[in-house]
């Protein structure tokens, strides 16, 4: 990265190193002769060139390149052809070629950059946002606590039912904002894990305690089947918590009035030492045309549209998130019967 990062600045250096490497290239050609072809190496340095420069360095290098070549072909290589002008014409197809090579490429790094560049912007721009609305989210809970005590036991059902509503809307916010702000540092390769030693059970636990009551709401049953033992594992309890509500929270919100999920933890038996979470609903399924696209982030399927609001961003932070714990989130699914998505990780002792 350092002596590509030379190169693009000492432009004139470039062109020097891109010359000296087309002399070595045709030294080694007259050396060899006939026998072994050194051809194809000609367009090296004029790729070198090209992607440290610009497109005038990238004609430059294309039209040295050329010459040098015709000089070893006729000159320095003795061929002889059939008709004076056939040296000529190669050499300007050969041009041709290094020309076509060199500013394509030129044109490939520039938009490159300019998407590298734009990306960036994004990030940071989505990094700047969600910490602000992670504040005032913060300052909205404050507020609505302090009123709650307030209104102390003399509380009225009504009021009640109006801060659970403000209660459940808040998780959902944050929620929303952590994926992106996830999502920001993802994409600008400055999310890093955390891992401690965690106990998996209580992980997802935790998640459903905080999305039950949407699920409740909803009228959506949530089953859960968990082992009786603790599972150890080595992860972020954040980035986990986070992939556990997003996927928890799909379920629910694609999961129709009066369906069910099932989230579970199970133990593998192949490859040992392995516990598989999953998460299975009853909602309208995925097609199998969709089942990569939904991971790509802010894509929704037709049937996900018709069911329920949202981004379309929580499976691809999600599946990145794992990722990062070496694993890989996966789903099964068949229109019309729901969807499971699961995903395994490794357990740090053996469980007797």
Known sequence: MILSAYFDIHRYRTII??????????????????????????????????????????????????????????????????????????????????LISGVLLVRLRMALRDALTSSKLKAEMMSIVSHEFNNSLVSINLASTLLEEDDGDNISEHRRK??????????????????????????????????????LREIVKHSLDIIKPLGEEKGVEIITDFPDIPIPLEADPDALSLVMGNLIGNAIKYTPTGGHIIVAIKMEDYPANMARVSIEDTGP?????????????????????????????????????IENHGSKLLVESTPGHGAKFYFTLPVTKVLQ
């Not at 050194?38 to 430059?60: C, G, K, M, Q």
């Open 162 to 199: 109006l801060y659970g509503i403000l209660t459940q809307t808040h998780r959902a916010m944050t929620r929303t904002v952590k994926t992106f702000l996830a999502n920001a540092r993802l994409d600008a390769g400055k999310f890093t894990l955390e891992r401690k030693p965690i106990k």
């Open 285 to 321: 399924g995925i097609d199998k045309n969709d089942l990569s696209a939904i991971f790509s982030g802010f894509y929704r399927t037709s049937q996900g549209k018709h069911a329920a609001k949202g981004f379309g961003l929580g499976l691809k932070v999600s599946r990145e998130l």
């Open 17 to 98: 190193v891109g010359i000296l490497m087309l002399c070595v290239v045709a030294y080694l050609d007259h050396v060899t002769g006939t026998d072994i072809s050194f051809s194809i190496f000609y367009l090296v340095p004029v790729l070198f060139t090209a992607w440290h420069t610009d497109e005038t360095f990238a004609i430059v290098a294309s039209l040295i390149a050329a010459t040098i070549w015709l000089i070893m072909d006729t000159v320095l290589g003795g061929k002889t052809y059939p008709h004076h002008l056939i040296p000529y014409w190669n050499a300007l197809v050969r041009a041709s070629f290094f």
